[in-house]
């Protein structure tokens, strides 16, 4: 079996942190299935574009319609007027020189609330072929005529971070600028929000628009098997007519996954909010929980070959020779060749 193992979260935070901080990355069996391992050509930033890939998405960097995939694993009917977007509810943190994009893993939001804010925004606002829906707590929906919304980066890449630069960057159109301060103000004024507020927890003030395009079916590119979670994911496997597997080591087991993704976010949530203690502590999880079991699948060849992605890089291992099981595995900074001031 071949294994595309897709870490978002691993690579993110190191390098600031190992300049700032007196601390080094350790995970005994991640730092042994790197040993000998051969790094390979830069991939695609984000974790889920990366997956697209794999599945046989041969879209430009940066502009995997995500709204239409993961409306599929909602079971949204799409129409074919207009443009659709991801407009996910984000919390604007503020601070001394801008806001910072909160997302889900940062606060919680009932189906209820959500629901309300839905039905706010579309009695408001909707209308001239802008719509909101609904898909999850966390998940919405913008309907856009053709060609009005800009062409945002992935919540995931922004979350944690401030998010000027990529207004910058993209070419948004005027009506867009207003649009967006509209629904923030309808947000503002939301009873749901006066609530949250009252009992401190972070308020719904903006949404994050991003994931337009034509979402078209994919050749699978010869995966056979996709492990991870969430929505997205799930409708990335359905459009290659496969079917997304809860992530469990002993689901790797199972027949019929010759050529298998699996997708594991818990290190994504931490290094986005820069919090080095929890990205530690979650990691050494991970290297029980996922790593460990690796490990000892490529050692018996129950596993053939990992590839490793990365936040934009990647390693090919397969199962060590001899003499490379007696040596000491590298610090796992120098492993993954990032690094070290020390």
């Known amino acids: 079996m071949r294994l595309h193992l897709i870490v978002p979260g691993l690579l993110r935070p190191l390098a600031p942190w190992l300049r700032d901080y007196a601390w080094r990355p350790q995970a005994e069996a991640l730092s ?49 007027a207009g443009d659709w977007l991801c407009a996910d509810p984000i919390h604007l943190k503020a601070d001394a020189n801008d806001a910072q994009v909160v997302d889900r893993s ?24 802008w719509h909101f829906h609904l898909g999850s707590a966390h998940e919405w929906y913008l309907q856009t005529p053709r060609g009005m919304a800009p062409h945002m980066p992935m919540l995931s890449q922004v979350a944690g971070r401030h998010p000027r630069r990529e207004w910058q960057a993209a070419d948004i159109p005027r009506e867009w600028h207003t649009r967006l301060t509209e629904m923030q103000m309808v947000l503002y004024q939301a009873a749901v929000n006066r609530a949250r507020e009252a009992r401190g927890e972070p ?36 459009a290659a007519n496969l079917n997304c597997i809860e ?55 129950r596993i053939d070959e990992i590839v490793l992605y990365a936040d934009g890089r990647s390693w090919q291992i397969r199962k060590r020779g001899f003499l490379q099981r007696l040596r000491a595995p590298q610090p796992l900074a120098r492993a993954l060749n990032i690094s070290d001031p020390a």
Not at 117 to 129: A, V, Y
Not at 214 to 233: F, Y
Request: include cysteine.
């Open 32 to 80: 042994q299935l790197l040993a000998g391992a051969g790094e390979t050509a830069d991939t695609r930033a984000d974790a889920f574009e990366m997956a697209a890939v794999l599945l046989g998405w041969e879209g430009a960097e940066g502009h995997l319609p995500a709204a239409g995939y993961r409306t599929r694993a909602h079971d949204l009917p799409v129409p074919s």
């Open 106 to 129: 940062g606060f919680t939001l009932r189906l209820d609330e959500a629901g309300e804010l839905i039905e706010l925004l579309e009695n408001i606002l909707g209308g001239d072929g």
């Open 203 to 238: 308020v719904i003030n903006s949404l994050w628009c991003w994931g337009k395009g034509d979402a078209v079916e994919l050749s699978g590119g010869g995966v056979t098997a996709v492990m991870g979670d969430g929505n997205l994911l799930a409708g990335l496997a359905q």
């Open 247 to 301: 992530p469990k080591p002993e689901a790797l087991d199972a027949a019929d996954k010759a050529e298998t993704i699996l997708l594991l976010e818990m290190l994504a949530p931490p290094a986005a909010y820069d919090d080095l203690n929890a990205w530690d502590q979650t990691l050494k999880h991970a290297d029980v929980e996922w790593f460990e079991p690796l490990l000892a699948r490529l050692e018996t060849r």
